[in-house]
């Protein structure tokens, strides 16, 4: 057993909001590796993401979101398991972040959008960051449907 360093731990914890017991397991795994921590992390969200595909979702939030001069609107529904997660900072983030997203890159349905490239960081999709959402929060979440609107568009 690899005794975990805990400035990494507080540090992983701190940056990525994963339990504790995860970060320790991650740097456990790793050896202390934070690079390897945080790719374990990522993986295992994953993993655990797929595992809560098939919960039911039945709360959630409806995120409104307007872009820069008022020209172009959002609205998009999210759905979790327990309003209790529907009401943190982490999923109305989530909700915000794939509105903006919406907002900027136009996408024609949902299948499209959870493909798409994550406009602050290339090297993920919104599929990435809602399974990412779920491995933090505990829950399965849904992107339902969106409407965006545009002025002068048809």
């Not at 509105?99 to 996408?107: F, G, N, R, V």
């Amino acid at each position: 057993m690899v005794q975990v360093d805990i400035k990494l731990l507080k540090k992983l914890r701190n940056e990525t909001g994963i339990s504790l017991a995860d970060c320790r397991k991650a740097l456990e795994e790793s050896e202390n590796d934070y690079k390897k921590a945080l790719e374990w992390l990522r993986q295992h969200g994953i993993e655990k993401a797929g595992k809560k595909a098939e919960r039911e979702t039945s709360q959630g939030l409806i995120e409104a979101y307007l872009h820069g001069n008022g020209r172009v609107g959002v609205l998009v529904e999210i759905l979790c398991e327990t309003d209790f997660v529907a009401r943190t900072n982490e999923f109305k983030q989530l909700a915000h972040e794939v509105a903006m997203q919406i907002a900027a890159m136009k996408p024609k349905d949902v299948q499209t959008l959870l493909k798409q490239e994550y406009i602050r960081d290339s090297s993920k999709t919104i599929e990435t960051l809602v399974k990412e959402a779920i491995a933090k929060l505990g829950e399965n979440i849904v992107l339902k449907k969106f409407t965006r609107f545009e002025i002068g568009e048809e």
